[in-house]
């Protein structure tokens, strides 16, 4: 009799005036009638999915850790490797009075270096990177709004066929500035010492 | 129980083991979880990932790996910092000291040479493969930005870190590059004062450059890192299957 008197007591305390309860105001109970407390806010696309997908997933220890580690020794291996054995390339004390017989960007940027000889500056060297990095990149996302639900690439062609135009443009003019430029940037074929009109070589560092 | 054994029990036993390890070895399912949600670098990750994400067919780890090479690379430009100074007279003799009377420093060198070489061209990767995957797409879209503002940062350190060992690529390579930027319309006088510090190549661009290469531009990827592997678990884990 005098446990269910206290409990009912207890659940009682609402300093809220019974003319102005709202609905929210009616669900509320008090701390001491509530044991436990709220944590943390799960949205239910937020979070992997357990109950709904019971077979999807697996244990991130070890499945995805053991891949990683492996991937980061390999990766610790090969770097260990490419240090003892190729030397970083490191040139003649710089010489602003010296150039040299040919001058090349870093490789990322050499496309850009490259269609300096086709276009205008402003062209090459500001619109281009301009398009590719603002229209290309960042606000890809934002155009392809097609269809949400299509990830494969065949669901998708056009994107994808422009996407690939543009990573292959991108990338052919970089081979070109890589390894076929030569002194003064002029055409040279690499490693082909039988013709005679061009210079051959590899004219890059890395 | 012979005497490794127990000499294992008692430093598993000790307070000092009990105090860094909260718990045993994980072999069942509640401890995994625990390994990974109680750790605070493994805690990165969900305790249970989706089954077609840990194939290496579909990320490759390209991401994981452009992490672990900017990690790589911290540690190698850490120990090479010691060894130099970012000043026209000195910055080259400290180049070639550095390779020879340096312990480990040649090593050291190429490892940060090659690794960052490798770490644009995996970050390059990684961008094509969340394409081919359509993993842009909603609710992902902001995380392809950051991820783009992360290969900007990749290729802004690589460049910044291309001039400091004042050699003949180097400069010229540097030089090429204030060209270009000296081509920009309307702020093109700015944007030599400010970032290269002059209309030349010289000691002040020198010093710019070290002053990004070393703090500024580490410090704001490292932000924008974080902001990347928080949006992949809020977006619901990586994308797919296909």
Redesign the interface.
Known sequence: MTDQKTEKESRVVLPVDPTRRTEIDKQRVPMSARPYRLLAMVKQ????R?QK?PD??????????S??FL??TV??IF??L???F???????????N???PV???????LG??EL?AYFH??IS??LVPFLY?LGG??V???I?RAN?E????SE?KTT?LL?SLF?ILGLMVTFVGVFFRGPGYSIVTPLLPFFDNFTSGLHF?? | MSFLERVDQAIRRSPAWRSLFRNPYPNDERSRAYAVMNNVFLHLHPVRVRQHAVKFAYTFCLGGLSFFLFLVLTVTGVYLMFFYIPSTTSAYSDILSIQANVAFGLITRNIHRWGAHLMVFFVFLHMMRVFYHGAYKPPREFNWVVGVFLLLFTIALSFTGYLLPWDQISYWAITIGLNMASYTPVINTPIQSLIFGGIEVGQNTLLRFYVLHIMVLPLITAIFLAVHFWRIRKDGGISGPL
């Not at chain 1, 190729?86 to 602003?96: D, T, V």
Request: charged content about 15%; glycine content about 4%; hydrophobic content about 55%.
């Open positions: 696309d937020a979070v992997v357990v997908e999807d997933t697996v244990m991130t220890w070890p499945h995805l850790l891949i990683e991937a980061a990766m610790s770097l260990l490419m240090g003892l190729i030397n970083a390339p490191l040139e003649e004390l710089a010489n602003g010296l150039t040299p001058a090349k960007a870093p490789w990322y940027l850009l270096q300096l500056p402003v060297g500001v990095i990149a960042f890809l996302p934002f392809d949400p299509a990830k494969k690439p998708r994808v996407f990573c560092a890395l």
